[in-house]
């Protein structure tokens, strides 16, 4: 969490992602229209773990709707019921938020009222099987975590 929305924000925060997730390639990564998510750095970025990038259209704001609705999930269960004293304060309460209770215990209605963690883990079974098994109808999306450093390595350098 910073003061600013540059590229590095949104690059550090893609190069954390990846460290921790180890994406497929051709993983399809998807954001709105945001000046630093077009940037050169940030696309080079997506291009070295073999990523894909997807944008919203302009002014179509159902593209983004996953991520809309994550924020206003955010901003009701907690921000607007929560007096921040500090910005480190609000950084140690959104992380706690979103890593012990959004991904591990909130159960979610568009992936079958399971939590985040528990799609994941579903996705990667059903992926070392061969096989696909969904809850239900919908896409996974869920909100990825931020990145430090720049990546650098192919996706079959990775192992």
Do not use: W
Not at 52 to 67: F, H, I, L, V
Not at 68 to 93: C, G, I, M, P, Y
């Amino acid at each position: 969490m910073r003061d600013h929305m540059r590229a590095e924000l949104a690059t550090s925060a893609l190069v954390m992602a990846i460290q921790r997730q180890r994406p497929a390639v051709g993983l399809i990564q998807h954001s709105d229209q945001g000046s630093q998510y077009a940037s050169r750095d940030y696309r080079d970025l997506l291009q070295a773990a073999c990523m894909r990038q997807s944008m919203s259209r302009k002014g179509c704001c159902y593209d983004n709707a996953p991520m809309e609705s994550f924020f206003h999930t955010l901003k009701v269960e907690l921000v607007h019921r929560t007096r921040f004293e500090t910005r480190d304060q609000t950084r140690r309460e959104v992380f706690a938020y979103i890593e012990t209770y959004y991904n591990r215990q909130r159960t979610h209605s568009a992936i079958g009222y399971i939590t985040p963690e528990q799609a994941e883990l579903r996705s990667a079974d059903s992926c070392s099987t061969g096989g696909l098994n969904r809850s239900s109808g919908s896409d996974l999306i869920v909100p990825s975590t931020a990145v430090t450093e720049t990546y650098g390595m192919r996706a079959a350098e990775r192992g």
